[in-house]
């Protein structure tokens, strides 16, 4: 379930701070959103696929654990970004 490399370089773009960031806080929940978001879908026809279910149980606890840096961090950007992902809703 690994993204595409042009999905990858769009999220980037799209959620960057600045120039050269690949790394921040928001690009990383960006990045998980959309792993979160594909891994349910096939999850939704794969009903026994267990070990995809906790894969993505993992994932969901390291965005919050991200969400929750950037809420101490920075709360009007915390708000921001969950409106711009659409979690949280």
Do not use: C, F
């Not at 701070?17 to 959309?34: I, K, N, P, R």
């Amino acid at each position: 379930m690994a993204l595409l490399q042009e999905r990858k370089q769009e999220i980037i773009s799209d959620y960057q701070v600045h120039e050269t960031d690949t790394g921040s806080a928001d690009v990383q929940v960006a990045m998980l959103t959309e792993r979160i978001n594909k891994l349910s879908l096939h999850l939704r026809t794969n009903k026994k696929d267990h070990s995809s279910r906790a894969g993505l149980l993992k994932l969901i606890g390291r965005r919050k654990r991200l969400l929750a840096y950037v809420m101490k961090e920075d709360p009007s950007k915390y708000r921001a970004l969950i409106g711009r992902l659409g979690i949280r809703g």
